[in-house]
């Protein structure tokens, strides 16, 4: 028994040693460090080719130019391949100087302006803004002229084109009766 002892007590003895001599350590793997750049680019909304105020100031341009009858000073709101007319829904007697329903460039323009004041002898011409759409896509300014809305619900609508200068200028002058132009009444305007 003593025998029995000794051997007990010897191998508790070793794997105590044994065990002793064992590191156990729990190892965690390193990590790994990843360097990712990112760049992060702002998109600001482009700025508006088209600006309510430089269509309005070429729209003010044009109205109170018509109210002096200043043909020189209207020519210069139209841009040289512009055009002007009527649409087919106006009164057969809304002609352009040639007798068509439609001019177009600066030089038939302006012959149309003269004709018209010619033409037309009343004293009082009032404009107003309907509608002012800045989108790059169509922009346009609808108006009405007073003197022919108030009798044959005709309003104008001017559309515009940037020149190769960066200025803008007018590209369509369009008289149109009202049904033509409702559905864009009342519209937001996309930039104001």
């Known amino acids: 028994?003593?025998?029995?002892?000794?051997?007990?007590?010897?191998?508790?003895?070793?794997?105590?040693?044994?065990?002793?001599?064992?590191?156990?350590e729990i190892v965690e793997p390193e990590p790994t460090t990843t360097t990712t750049t990112t760049t992060t680019t702002t998109t600001l909304p482009p700025e508006p080719d088209f600006s309510r105020k430089d269509m309005l100031a070429i729209y003010h341009t044009l109205v109170d130019n018509i109210k002096t009858r200043n043909v020189d000073a209207i020519m210069t709101c139209y841009a040289e391949d512009g055009s002007y007319y009527f649409s087919d829904m106006t009164r057969a007697d809304f002609v352009c100087y040639n007798g068509t329903k439609r001019v177009d460039g600066a030089d038939e323009i302006r012959a149309n302006w003269t004709d018209r004041f010619r033409r037309i002898k009343?004293?009082?011409?009032?404009?107003?803004?309907?509608?002012?759409?800045?989108?790059?896509?169509?922009?346009?300014?609808?108006?009405?002229?007073?003197?022919?809305?108030?009798?044959?619900?005709?309003?104008?609508?001017?559309?515009?084109?940037?020149?190769?200068?960066?200025?803008?200028?007018?590209?369509?002058?369009?008289?149109?009766?009202?049904?033509e132009v409702r559905p864009l009444l009342h519209k937001d305007d996309k930039k104001k």
């Open 1 to 24: 028994m003593k025998t029995l002892i000794k051997i007990t007590v010897s191998s508790l003895l070793i794997t105590f040693c044994l065990s002793g001599c064992v590191r156990h």
């Open 122 to 179: 009343k004293d009082r011409i009032e404009y107003e803004v309907q509608q002012v759409n800045t989108s790059p896509d169509d922009p346009y300014i609808i108006f009405v002229n007073a003197w022919d809305n108030a009798d044959f619900s005709h309003y104008e609508m001017i559309t515009f084109k940037k020149l190769d200068d960066g200025s803008l200028a007018i590209a369509e002058h369009k008289v149109v009766k009202a049904k």
